[in-house]
Every structure is written in structure tokens, then in C-alpha cells.
């Protein structure tokens, strides 16, 4: 996609996401106004744990209907999490569809999703939202770096979310705006007068007051947003420790101390996630088989 329409991405969403992972996006913005950003980009690299690669081609239907029978599929959620693709990253769009596909398939008995993210634009979660909730086979998050912010919020919807080790980073769970404006210097190229007629009094009128140091109407929208995540995360774990200091106001922990809280249910390697999906494939098959006896 045009580096106009990533910058214009950007500008028009809320961000949640680590602020580490801003460096990022700033990065990418940075080269786009400048006409320097490269064509590499990140690949969708998706694999079953019997190691089988993913291969989108031209043939019809879905690509897990080649794999072998009983596969996991491992996708992974790396980087900033962005609705759309750019030139230097998938967008959560292809993530979504993928996982989409890989429930419709007969071949995939769970999934595997690899979180290694800061977050990102809120307007990417709701995507994933949308299909992890509506999930009809085992789906475990596991953590492999970094799971925050909106990564965090999307990890809340698997059925159970582990750590790769006890130092991994978990939560910032919260919301945010970051506005750039030309100001009226020697040293802006140029300078934009927005005019307003009185029929538009609400026209963009966070972002503009704002701009003029009042933002009491921003931390309005900001506040929706960041109460919606906390209830969906309180949905979504109930065992959370809500009323441990920063659990849902921001605060990033460790895998060790996540635990604790009930942010994760666990630091486990990859080979013990993937038996346990297996394990609640089995026990799912057999309850149905009881089930069926009955009736």
C-alpha cells in the first residue's frame, strides 16, 4: 500500500501500544515523508507443528485443507499491530482471515498464535476480537517477547494464554493519542488555517483543542476506549487481580509476576503448549463421544 495511506492510518487511529513499539511507527513515518522507506517488508510466515509452511497459491479453497491431519497451525502476531499492509509489515487483516481459515479446515484441530507484540492502532484489534471470539477450536496465545497493549487485549480472547520464559514482558494495558501539528515558526514549510462554520461546532473538536493545549475532550474519547479494554479484559480473565496497582491501568510486568495476577496462566515451553492443546482436542473428542452415547 502507499505510504499516503499508511501516514493517513496513522493520523485517524487511537493507539494502543507500548511505547517502545512507537519508535517503530515513527520510524516507518519518518521515511514515508521523507521518500526513503525500503521495500522489505515482514513475511507471514505460518507453520503446523508437524512442520508444515503455510503456501498461499493460486489454487482454490483453503490452504489448511493440504496439510497433514491433526495439525496445530502456529501464526504468529509479531511487530506493531496495524489494520492494513504496508511496506514493512502484514497487517492484522491477513492475520485475521488466516485464522479465519484455519477454524474452517478439517486438517486444524487447534491454533497456536505466537505473540511477540507492543500493540499497536486500535482500530487492528477489533479485527482479531472479531474471530477470537467467535472461535471454534482451541486457540492458545503464547508469549514470545512482548504480548502489550492491544496484543495483550487480543491474547485476553484465547483460551489460555503462556509465557516462553518469566522474563516476558505482559500488559500496558491502556490507551493513548499523539498528535504532530506545523506550528506558526521560521521553521515550519508550511502552515494550515482550519475554518469551521458554526453548523460544524463539533467538527474534529478534540483533536483541534487539543492542538491548543486543552484536552479534556480527547481524555474523554481516550477514557471510552480505555474503560472498554478494561472490561473486556475483566470479561475475558476473571481471575485477573484487578485490584493489584497497574494491572489495568498501564503498568508492564513480567511473565513471573503476570502469573501472579492472573494476567497468563503459566510460563511454559513451546512443545508443552502444543501437548496440552492436543490434550484438550482429546478430551473435547471424548465428551462429545459420551455425550452421544447418552442420547
Known amino acids: 500500500m502507499s505510504h499516503t495511506l499508511f501516514l493517513q492510518s496513522l493520523s485517524s487511529s487511537f493507539l494502543s501500544i507500548h ?95 505466537k505473540g511477540d507484540t507492543p500493540g499497536g492502532s486500535t482500530d487492528s484489534l477489533y479485527l482479531l476480537e472479531d474471530v477470537l471470539k467467535n472461535r471454534t477450536k482451541p486457540t492458545f496465545m503464547m508469549i ?24 516476558c514482558q505482559v500488559g500496558s494495558i491502556g490507551v493513548f493519542a499523539r498528535l504532530a501539528w506545523w506550528k506558526n515558526d521560521k521553521k515550519s514549510s508550511y502552515q494550515v488555517i482550519e475554518v469551521y462554520p458554526n453548523e460544524s461546532e463539533w467538527k474534529n473538536k478534540p483533536e483541534r483543542e487539543a492542538m491548543e493545549g486543552k484536552d479534556e475532550l480527547m481524555k474523554e474519547d481516550l477514557s471510552k476506549l480505555a474503560q472498554y479494554y478494561q472490561e473486556t479484559v475483566k470479561t475475558n480473565r476473571p481471575k485477573i487481580k484487578t485490584d493489584a496497582d497497574g494491572v489495568l491501568t498501564g503498568k508492564t510486568f513480567f511473565a513471573y509476576e503476570a502469573k501472579d495476577l492472573g494476567m497468563i496462566d503459566g510460563i511454559k515451553n513451546e512443545e508443552e503448549i502444543i501437548a496440552e492443546i492436543i490434550e484438550k482436542v482429546a478430551l473435547t473428542k471424548n465428551r462429545e463421544k459420551i455425550y452421544q452415547s447418552i442420547n
Open 144 to 167: 514470545d517477547g512482548m504480548l502489550c497493549s492491544c496484543g495483550y487485549i487480543a491474547g485476553s480472547y484465547c483460551d489460555k494464554i503462556y509465557a516462553l520464559n518469566k522474563m
Open 19 to 113: 511505547t517502545g513499539g512507537y519508535e517503530a511507527l515513527q520510524a516507518a513515518a519518518n521515511a514515508a515523508l521523507a521518500g526513503t522507506a525500503n521495500v522489505e517488508s515482514m513475511d507471514l510466515t505460518i507453520q503446523s507443528h508437524q512442520g508444515t509452511v503455510y503456501q498461499q497459491d493460486d489454487e482454490t479453497g483453503n490452504p489448511f485443507d493440504r496439510w497433514e491431519n491433526n495439525s496445530i497451525a502456529i501464526i504468529p502476531l509479531t511487530g506493531v499491530m496495524l489494520k492494513k499492509s504496508y511496506w514493512w509489515i502484514y497487517g492484522v487483516d491477513d492475520l485475521a482471515e488466516v485464522i479465519r481459515l484455519a477454524y474452517k479446515s478439517d486438517k486444524i484441530i487447534g491454533v497456536l498464535i
